[in-house]
């Protein structure tokens, strides 16, 4: 399984960004897909999650600010971050995780930085 994540860069307090995800390879059990993100010195945390064929989650720092959302093909997902702030900068994760096993996956990361 590969993912192949894009849309990271610099904006400025206030602005957008959308990161786009793909995932490709052994897909036909594929039942979430999300979002995570690491600042520096800092855990990795969720940002967000949507279950194939329904239901999203968000962390709580992020609600009402980003959107996660499929594309038509069942294997891309998108987080559309508005209203960035300098605490969203950090390295963003995609994740994909499989029906019927605990192995997940992991994108290489796409940094996105916000700027005061």
């Known amino acids: 399984v590969q993912l192949q994540a894009s849309g990271g860069g610099s904006v400025q307090a206030g602005g957008s960004l959308r990161l786009s995800c793909a995932a490709s390879g052994s897909i036909f059990t594929l039942n979430v897909l999300g979002w995570y993100r690491q600042a520096p010195g800092k855990q990795r945390e969720l940002v967000a999650q949507i279950i194939i064929g329904g239901g999203t989650k968000y962390s709580d720092s992020v609600k009402d600010q980003f959107t996660i959302s499929r594309g038509n093909a069942k294997n891309t997902v998108f987080l559309q971050m508005n209203s960035l702030k300098p605490e969203d900068t950090a390295v963003y994760y995609c994740?994909?995780?499989?029906?019927?096993?605990?192995?997940?996956?992991w994108g290489k990361g796409t940094l996105v930085t916000v700027s005061s």
């Open positions: 994740n994909a995780g499989f029906a019927g096993t605990a192995m997940n996956y």
